[in-house]
């Protein structure tokens, strides 16, 4: 086999959205899978709609997820000089024509495809007829000579054999009156002068595939391996919306997700090996393949989501997931962490990763070290702060006075005597202790708590909730 030589080639009209992240995915895996090369081009041949936010936001995206792209990326409307030049080579060697068609002539042929119920197709009127015909003064569209009999085969590497009757597609303009190209020609110059060997997107393209081909043959170019994926659907079947999780790559950074886990995720989204579900990425390069692209669209859910994060989050090192985690703390608080709190963080980091599926859930898990005292307890915990809580309390205020060398196990060892002593259940003890240390009912490990609080900060809460 040739080099192979993927691409991803998002329009910069909005954010990366997650359908856009596993073309980008699919296609980086089929180039590393190969020891290929990975292409970005941004499309952009859309003024209008194009923005420099949207072309940050696709790089930062991809980073985010750890896509590498090889070289810099190609700017799609800065290339339109050659885009034009292939058509005009095409008009040259007459595989192309003017089209002369006024705004009225084509509103007539659209209402005659409507009227019979057809989609609208150029009826080809300028196709054969004297240049000499041409109308003074109207700036001609250059329109490509689409084959009219026969069939266009895509042989697709994950829909199969598609034909497209030739009748069924009509002459495309390939430059507007103004001498700029329309979309099909940049695609198909660009793909054959970046050398791409295989073109994986989704499967809304496949009619312009069919375009694309008759484009590259009449060019003279080689026609790259297409394979078009399922579109993403919701957990219902229904198109993906914005509830259902079709939001920017920022979005699912911002809901704590890890970009491992986000590419375990996306890659099962379509693609599949056995019953395997957790995937690292580097045995996914090893795997990945077009053969187990699945066919029927992939659906999103959130939940599947979440476990594959939580699995990440609980394998991930504590160096790792420090890191991660960090920015999410300090964003929380306004503030930097000082080397203290990090030490503090880094501690009990190996019990809160454990039981959370996000790091925004990480972050809530750490809230009790950083509140100040006297803390406010919810309205939750204020109930295990009643009278008799505070008694035993102070009790324990007593006991944990006399602990010398201040641990997660020597803390607990002392408040089970205590509670054998006492003749009261540990949770008795413990809710008190949670309540007045945390101020949730909800909190990590409460001995690990207390340990990481350390003696000082542990036995002044104790007595502010004591008060
Ligand atoms: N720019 C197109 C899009 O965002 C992709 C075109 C292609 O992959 O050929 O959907």
Redesign the pocket.
């Known amino acids: 086999m040739t080099k192979v030589v993927t691409r991803f080639?998002?329009?910069p009209t909005g954010y990366l959205h997650i359908g856009?992240a596993r073309t980008a995915l699919f296609n980086w895996l089929f180039s590393r899978h190969h020891g290929g090369t990975f292409l970005l081009r941004i499309?952009d041949t859309d003024r209008e709609r194009s923005t420099d936010d949207a072309v940050q936001k696709i790089f930062q995206g991809l980073k985010w997820l750890g896509l590498d792209w090889d070289g810099e990326p190609v700017m799609q409307f800065s290339r339109m000089n050659r885009h034009a030049e292939v058509a005009h080579k095409m008009l040259a060697e007459g595989k192309a024509y003017h089209c002369y068609c006024s705004q009225e002539e084509l509103e007539e042929m659209r209402n005659k495809a409507k009227a019979e119920g057809r989609p609208m197709r150029y009826d080809g009127r300028w196709r054969d007829r004297d240049p000499k015909d041409a109308p003074a003064g109207v700036k001609p569209v250059v329109r490509f000579k689409a084959p009219q009999a026969g069939s266009t085969v895509i042989k697709d590497h994950v829909q199969g054999d598609v034909t497209f009757q030739n009748e069924q597609l009509d002459d495309l303009i390939i430059l507007r009156s103004d001498g700029t190209p329309t979309y099909n020609l940049s695609?198909v110059v660009d793909d054959h002068d970046m050398g791409v060997t295989h073109?994986i997107?989704?499967d809304d393209?496949l009619t312009?595939a069919a375009r694309q081909t008759q484009l590259y043959l009449a060019a003279g170019f080689v026609v790259p391996d297409f394979a078009h994926i399922p579109l993403i659907h919701g957990p219902d079947g229904a198109k993906l919306s914005k509830r259902h999780g079709a939001l920017g790559t920022e979005a699912y950074a911002d809901m704590g997700y890890l970009p491992a886990a986000m590419r375990n995720y996306l890659l099962r989204l379509g693609w599949s090996h056995g019953d395997e579900e957790i995937i690292s990425t580097q045995q996914a390069i090893e795997w990945f393949g077009l053969d187990h692209v699945g066919r029927s669209p992939a659906r999103f859910d959130f939940a599947k989501l979440n476990n594959l994060n939580g699995h990440y989050i609980r394998h991930s090192s504590d160096d790792d997931l420090l890191a991660a985690a960090l920015p999410f703390v300090e964003k929380k608080l306004g503030r930097a962490c000082n080397q203290a709190e990090v030490a503090q963080i880094k501690a009990i980091l190996p019990t809160v990763k454990e039981r959370a599926k996000d790091l925004n859930e990480i972050t809530e898990a750490l809230g009790f070290l950083f509140v100040a005292r006297p803390i406010q307890a919810d309205a939750a915990a204020q109930k295990h702060l009643d009278d008799a809580a505070k008694a035993r309390i102070r009790t324990m205020i007593e006991t944990l006075n006399g602990v010398s060398d201040w641990t997660a196990a020597s803390t607990e060892a002392a408040v089970r005597a205590l509670s054998e002593t006492q003749q009261v259940k540990l949770g008795q003890l413990a809710q008190p202790l949670r309540a007045a240390l945390t101020g949730r009912t909800v909190s990590p490990p409460i001995f690990d708590v207390l340990a990481v609080l350390g003696r000082e900060e542990t036995l002044a809460r104790l007595a502010d909730a004591a008060r």
């Open positions: 080639a998002p329009s856009g499309e695609v073109i997107r989704g393209h312009n």
